[in-house]
């Protein structure tokens, strides 16, 4: 693209543009950020086509209807400001209430996503069985790892997505005293702290040699573990305040989770397909299972890319 | 509620800023000064509107959904990149037409009313219509 060059402007044509520049920011913030660069530069052609045609008196006879225009309109739109908050307020409510569900709707859709990966995960058990068909067909190895390392990302993106609301949620709750969010927050905290005792436990061995020896108790803490944290910080997360900064910066790394679930099932899907006519013993009786998983995996991803558009297009959404 | 199943008879009157820049924007997309210039053009200059007004009144229609701000440029390599251009959207459309309407029934009563039995549309007059 040519760059244009601009002519020098009149000495009557430039003072009339710094005149009209600083009327201009009488009006309301807002306003001015949107639309003053764009009357300047109305009011520079109309000053300068008036020049051209009728010199500087045809500008200076601009100014009687013009600064009527500008101060009147720039106090009509403080007072239109001022008219309606209600309206304004009701909008600003509405687009944070469907924000703060987008991140909800995305947390429950990695947590309903984290079920089949973790099915999946279990195909190399036991590794007896799992190695010789990773050294007879090492693409199936490979796709076992990216699915695995998807799945990983996504967690951790869902912990960048989590961690600051949660901070800002209880950093708000404690100065409002809000003990519903703080109680809230606090539960699901002493079921991690829980959870990872016997996690700890579990992986030295105590656990499974003194009372649990198949797994099945730690099987069953670990979906109550889940379902308290995922019930308990989606109800702190659609009581809280959170600004629409905050909200917005955590739909970033929800994106990124998002991309990572969709290569973990893509992986996932044709390390399946493939296992199916390579090994598909390994899957014994439970090949049901792995169409189940694959179907609940897209769904959710589905889910969670319906649920990060209502959050980035949140603004524009017609109140009902 | 979606845009395109409002009804257009609610947003009347308009005003008569919001109703020339739905006529001037009627034949394709402008940007600012280009409206302010299609009024006083379309009224023989009897109606002029300022960029202040211009702006709060495109505000209020963007918001109002009667117009869009849009991406393409008529001629790029000769238009400054800064300018906004504005088009009608099919409700916008719908508005204009439905003013229009609501001006022909007045005339239509005026024509009938014996207090104005000397009125005379300034269109016949010119032999126009």
């Known amino acids: 693209m040519t760059k244009r060059t601009v002519p020098p402007s009149p000495w009557i044509v430039a003072c009339s543009i710094r005149i009209y520049r600083w009327l201009l920011w009488l009006g309301p913030a807002e306003f001015c950020r949107e639309y003053a660069p764009s009357i300047l530069q109305s009011f520079r052609s109309l000053c300068q086509d ?124 404690l100065a409002s005293l809000r003990r519903d969010i703080l109680t809230l927050i606090g539960l699901s905290a002493i079921m991690t702290l829980v959870f990872m005792v016997v996690t700890l436990l579990v992986i030295t061995g105590y656990w499974t040699k003194s009372f649990d020896p198949h797994g099945g108790i730690y099987a069953v803490f670990g979906f109550l573990f889940v379902g308290t944290v995922t019930i308990t910080l989606s109800l702190a997360v659609a009581r809280s305040a959170l600004s629409e900064r905050v909200l917005r910066l955590a739909l970033w790394p929800a994106t990124i989770m998002t991309a990572a679930m969709l290569i973990a099932l893509v992986a996932t899907s044709i390390e399946s397909v493939l296992l199916t006519s390579y090994a598909p013993h390994i899957f014994g009786s439970g090949m049901s299972m792995e169409v189940v998983g694959d179907v609940v995996m897209a769904a959710t991803i589905i889910w969670a890319t319906v649920a990060l558009w209502r959050g980035f297009y949140a603004r524009q959404l017609p109140t009902r | 509620m979606p845009l395109t199943d409002r009804d257009p008879e609610a947003m009347l009157p308009l005003t008569p800023a919001v109703f020339h820049i739905l006529l001037a924007l009627a034949d394709g997309e402008r940007h600012g000064y280009s409206i302010m210039q299609e009024i006083a053009t379309q009224t023989q200059g009897k109606f002029r509107i300022g960029p202040t007004t211009l702006y709060r009144s495109i505000k209020q229609m963007i918001s109002a959904g009667l117009i869009v701000e849009t991406d393409e440029r008529p001629d790029p390599a000769s238009d400054d990149e800064r300018r906004r251009y504005y088009c009608l959207t099919p409700f916008g459309q719908q508005v204009a037409l439905a003013e229009i309407r609501r001006f022909e029934r007045a005339i239509t009563l005026a024509h009938r009313l014996p207090g104005l039995a000397g009125w005379q549309s300034p269109l016949s007059s010119e032999g126009m219509v």
């Open chain 1, 50 to 173: 008036t020049y051209h045609q009728h010199g500087a008196w045809g500008v200076l006879r601009l100014w009687l209807p013009l600064s009527g225009d500008v101060v009147g309109g720039m106090l009509a739109e403080h007072l239109s400001v001022l008219q309606h908050p209600l309206v304004r307020d009701e909008r600003r409510r509405h687009m944070l209430r469907t924000q703060r569900r987008s991140i909800i709707m995305i947390f429950l859709a990695f947590v309903l996503f984290g079920l089949p990966w973790l099915l999946f995960q279990g195909v190399i058990d036991p590794l007896s069985q799992w190695n010789p068909i990773a050294q007879a067909h090492p693409e199936v190895d490979i796709l076992y790892r990216v699915a695995r390392m998807a799945g990983e990302i996504a967690f951790l993106m869902l912990l960048l997505t989590l961690l600051p609301i949660l901070f800002v949620a209880v950093k708000q709750a």
